[in-house]
């Protein structure tokens, strides 16, 4: 009788074990969450406002995207190796010239986004 939701909510929990396995996370991987999502709305266990906040700790993902940036830029000045500022910033610093550089189109989860 409710095949639909069985199916769905099978999906669902097929796609959150993707996501905790960072496959959401590889570059060809935004499909996940959005069918995430999607399943989620269809379900009825989210709002798609629930997924309009930013998250408030992107510090992994950053720190993931800086290491592999760092690894492909160098200082514009002396071509010398970057370090990230911080932890969690998008900001490398030359450790010799003393420049900061901003790094990469790392994107928060916009809020124009277009449907
Ligand atoms: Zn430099």
Redesign the pocket.
């Known amino acids: 009788m409710n095949d639909d939701k069985d199916f769905l909510y099978r999906q669902l929990d097929g796609l959150g074990q993707m996501i905790a396995d960072g496959l959401a996370d590889e570059p060809d991987g935004k499909w996940i969450r959005q069918q995430y999502r999607e399943t989620a709305i269809a379900l009825g266990i989210a709002k798609p406002s629930d997924f309009r906040k930013p998250r408030t700790n992107h510090s992994k993902q950053i720190n993931t995207f800086m290491q592999d940036r760092l690894k492909n830029v160098t ?1 514009s ?4 190796a970057l370090e990230q500022t911080r932890s969690g910033a998008l900001r490398a610093k ?1 450790p ?2 003393n ?1 900061v550089f901003i790094l990469g189109k790392y994107r928060k989860t916009s809020k124009t986004r277009k449907r």
Do not use: D, L, V
């Open positions: 200082c000045y002396c071509n010398g030359c010799k010239c420049k």
